[in-house]
């Protein structure tokens, strides 16, 4: 009986929605400005954003698969954990392409006004 209400509730938290969308991509970006910049607050920042969305397994760091301890005793938990690493390393090349792309195109505008105004 435990272990039936662990797996509804870890499937309800593990479901990918609006919600979660919304606070893990402002913590991706984050935590790429803070790999960029070599800045720990900026990454402990983004897990604090991340964490606020409701918590199941999401930190990679914590566990030995995907951040979930108890993923090598739940039978599928491991699929999952490999899923969500998967879906968080896909945010991290999303916010980091996206980063570039739009550090690239402010410095080409920087450099055409530069050019007209000289």
Same mark, same amino acid.
Not at 11 to 17: F, K, N, P
Not at 73 to 83: A, D, H, L, M, Y
Not at 102 to 111: A, E
């Given at each position: 009986m435990l272990w039936e209400h662990l797996t509804d509730a870890t &499937?309800?938290?593990?479901? /990918?929605?609006i919600t979660y969308l919304a606070f893990i991509t402002p913590a991706t970006?984050?935590?790429a400005c803070g790999v960029v910049l070599d800045n720990a607050i900026l990454i402990v920042g983004a897990m604090a954003v991340a964490? &606020?969305?409701g918590g199941a397994?999401?930190?990679v760091h914590r566990g030995? %698969? $995907?951040g979930c301890p108890a993923a090598d005793? %739940?039978? $599928? !938990?491991? %699929?999952?954990?490999?899923?969500q690493l998967l879906l968080n390393?896909?945010?991290? /090349?999303?916010a980091g392409t996206l980063t570039l792309l739009? !550090?690239?195109?402010?410095?080409?505008?920087?450099?055409r006004r530069r050019s007209n105004a000289g």
């Open positions: &499937h309800e938290e593990s479901t /990918l929605s970006m984050i935590a964490l &606020h969305e397994c999401r930190p030995p %698969v $995907g005793r %739940v039978p $599928g !938990q491991t %699929v999952g954990s490999i899923e390393l896909l945010g991290i /090349l999303l739009t !550090q690239k195109w402010l410095w080409s505008t920087r450099r």
